[in-house]
T-cell receptor
Framework: DAGVIQSPRHEVTEMGQEVTLRCKPISGHDYLFWYRQTMMRGLELLIYFNNNVPIDDSGMPEDRFSAKMPNASFSTLKIQPSEPRDSAVYFC?????????????FGDGTRLSIL | DAKTTQPPSMDCAEGRAANLPCNHSTISGNEYVYWYRQIHSQGPQYIIHGLKNNETNEMASLIITEDRKSSTLILPHATLRDTAVYYCIVRVSGSARQLTFGSGTQLTVLP
C-alpha cells in the first residue's frame, strides 16, 4: 500500500518567497495532520483536517501560514512570505479515524531551508 | 498525556533481540501506549500500540506490565536498518492532540 506522499522532499528558497508543500494522504484516511519538526522545539502539530475540513489550526504560527484540503487525496501547506525561522522539516500524517485508537502514519517530510 | 521516561541510548548486536524499556508511571486507565521510531531523514514510523494486553505484529512485540506503569518494545531480530530513535508515547484513544515525542531512545544496531 502506498503511504503518505509528500513533495517536494527538499526545498531551498530565499526569504520572502512563497513556499507550497504538498501531501497525498493514505487512501481512505479521514484525518490529515501537518507537523513541523525542529531541533529546538521537536515535533509540533500545525493543523489537522477531518474529511477535508480544518478542525484545529491553533498550531499555525502566523497568518503567513495557510493550509487547504480541496479533496480527500490532496492537501497543501503554504507559507507566504517565507522567513529564515520557518526552516524545518514539515511532515504530513494521516489516520483512518480519530476514535478506535488508530495510529498516525507519516510521510517522509519536506526539508525546508529559507535563506 | 502521561509523561514517559526512556533511556537515551542503547546498543544491540545484529540478529539479537532489542528490548527497549519505557516508564509511564502516571498512565491513566484510558491511555494507550504507542511506539514510533524515526530513522534519520525519514518521517516518524508507527510500530505498535496497546492498552493492557501484550501485542505483537510483524514489526515488534509490546509487553505491558500488569500495573501498566511500564512497557517494553521488543524487536525480535534486530537488523542494521532498525537503527533509529524510538519513541514511547502515552495518549488517550481518539485524541487528535499533537503527538508529543520526548527524547526517545537512540537504538544502534551493531554488525
Amino acid at each position: 500500500d502506498a503511504g503518505v506522499i509528500q513533495s517536494p522532499r527538499h526545498e531551498v528558497t530565499e526569504m520572502g518567497q512563497e513556499v507550497t508543500l504538498r501531501c497525498k494522504p493514505i487512501s481512505g484516511h479521514d484525518y490529515l495532520f501537518w507537523y513541523r519538526q525542529t531541533m529546538m522545539r521537536g515535533l509540533e502539530l500545525l493543523i489537522y483536517f477531518n474529511n477535508n475540513v480544518p478542525i484545529d489550526d491553533s498550531g499555525m504560527p502566523e497568518d503567513r501560514f495557510s493550509a487547504k484540503m480541496p479533496n480527500a487525496s490532496f492537501s497543501t501547506l503554504k507559507i507566504q512570505p517565507s522567513e529564515p525561522r520557518d526552516s524545518a522539516v514539515y511532515f504530513c500524517a494521516s489516520s483512518l479515524v480519530l476514535g478506535g485508537n488508530q495510529p498516525q502514519h507519516f510521510g517522509d517530510g519536506t526539508r525546508l531551508s529559507i535563506l | 498525556d502521561a509523561k514517559t521516561t526512556q533511556p537515551p541510548s542503547m546498543d544491540c548486536a545484529e540478529g539479537r533481540a532489542a528490548n527497549l524499556p519505557c516508564n509511564h508511571s502516571t498512565i491513566s486507565g484510558n491511555e494507550y501506549v504507542y511506539w514510533y521510531r524515526q530513522i534519520h531523514s525519514q518521517g516518524p514510523q508507527y510500530i505498535i500500540h496497546g492498552l493492557k494486553n501484550n501485542e505483537t505484529n510483524e514489526m515488534a512485540s509490546l509487553i505491558i506490565t500488569e500495573d501498566r506503569k511500564s512497557s517494553t518494545l521488543i524487536l525480535p531480530h534486530a537488523t542494521l536498518r532498525d537503527t533509529a530513535v524510538y519513541y514511547c508515547i502515552v495518549r488517550v484513544s481518539g485524541s487528535a492532540r499533537q503527538l508529543t515525542f520526548g527524547s526517545g531512545t537512540q537504538l544502534t544496531v551493531l554488525p
